[in-house]
């Protein structure tokens, strides 16, 4: 946006992007799940044994904490790769 070319600026906007996308969807499952959807990754809840179901149930489950926690160490890596 200010026209700043640098190759290493780019790469740490895209992980810091890609941080704040994971972070957004995060936040925003209590609000989807009382809308009955569920925008998160299948494959980490069925390696952890969770349903689309249980998110909208509201489970607090250890294998649901678990699947969140897995997501949020996804943005971690890419604010990681910032600095």
Do not use: W
């Not at 957004?24 to 969770?50: E, N, S």
């Amino acid at each position: 946006i200010s026209g700043v070319r640098d190759i290493h600026a780019d790469h740490a906007a895209s992980h810091i992007g890609k941080a704040q996308g994971i972070v957004t969807c995060l936040r925003a499952t209590p609000y989807h799940r009382t809308r009955q959807k569920v925008f998160l990754p299948m494959d980490i809840c069925m390696l952890h044994g969770v349903s689309q179901e249980d998110f909208i149930r509201g489970k607090q489950e250890k294998n649901v904490r678990d699947v969140i926690y897995d997501i949020a160490s996804q943005a971690h890596i890419h604010l990681e790769h910032v600095s």
